[in-house]
């Protein structure tokens, strides 16, 4: 079992940053790719992005290329989602997974085995 805590939500202004966490207790992490997906009010969950297990590959959907970045320290079991330029349709509670897939089925989100609790992102206009 992998349990996954996300920290870093919070109320930012359009424009501001945020980096959200994910910390992994259990297994280790560097066993898992990591993926990061997000759900707003009245909307289903989307996938924002994925990183590969060493790292060495990052995947993120178009609307966020640019602006969000996706990393992790193995060494921490710890992931990260780095959001700058941030606008109000951000805003959502985000979400990080554990998983062992590749990369064809980093958006799917029930190919991940392990889920945190969400933490809310709010970006004000």
């Known amino acids: 079992q992998v349990q996954l805590v996300e920290s870093g939500g919070g109320l930012v202004q359009a424009g501001g940053s945020l980096r959200l966490s994910c910390a992994a207790s259990?297994?280790?992490?560097?066993?898992?790719?990591m993926g990061w997906f997000r759900q707003a009010p009245g909307k289903e969950r989307e996938f924002v992005g994925a990183?590969?297990?060493?790292?060495?590959?990052?995947y993120s959907q178009d609307s966020v290329k640019g602006r969000f970045t996706i990393s992790r320290d193995n060494a921490k079991n710890t992931g990260y989602l780095q959001m700058n330029s941030l606008k109000p349709e951000d805003t959502a509670a985000y979400y990080c997974?554990?998983?062992?897939?590749?990369?064809?089925?980093?958006?799917?989100?029930?190919?991940?085995?392990?889920w945190g609790q969400g933490t809310q992102v709010t970006v004000s206009s």
């Open positions: 997974a554990a998983g062992r897939l590749v990369a064809p089925y980093y958006a799917t989100s029930r190919r991940y085995d392990y």
């Open positions: 259990g297994r280790t992490l560097s066993n898992y790719a």
């Open positions: 990183i590969s297990r060493s790292g060495s590959t990052e």
